[in-house]
């Protein structure tokens, strides 16, 4: 049984960061290519960034040089680095875990910046 757990989630103030983990279990973890995405209110979800495999990343245009995405194989998660936080950030952050045809969710965590 696949579960992937974030945390790291909260408030916090314009202009400060957080860090998201996401750990994972039930899957050959350093296999699949992970990503974080969010869904603000009456939004889609969108992603936000994602790491494959072998190391490499992609983000989304508007966090692109303040998010960082990294993974742990050893120990099975994966981390989501957010500096200069807006309120344009705030929403609901989901962990996934891909590789062909499996997909897996995490229950997500809330980010909300404001003042």
């Known amino acids: 049984q696949v579960q992937l757990v974030e945390s790291g989630g909260g408030l916090v103030q314009p202009g400060g960061s957080l860090r998201l983990s996401c750990a994972a279990s039930g899957l050959i973890f350093s296999s699949y290519t992970m990503g974080w995405y969010r869904q603000a209110p009456g939004k889609q979800r969108e992603l936000v960034a994602i790491i494959t495999r072998g190391g490499s990343t992609n983000y989304l245009d508007s966090v692109k040089g303040r998010f960082t995405i990294s993974r742990d194989n050893a120990k099975n998660t994966v981390y989501l680095q957010m500096n200069s936080l807006t309120p344009e950030d705030t929403a609901v952050y989901y962990c996934?875990?891909?590789?062909?045809?499996?997909?897996?969710w995490g229950q997500g965590t809330q980010v909300s910046v404001s003042s």
């Open positions: 996934n875990a891909a590789r062909a045809p499996s997909t897996y």
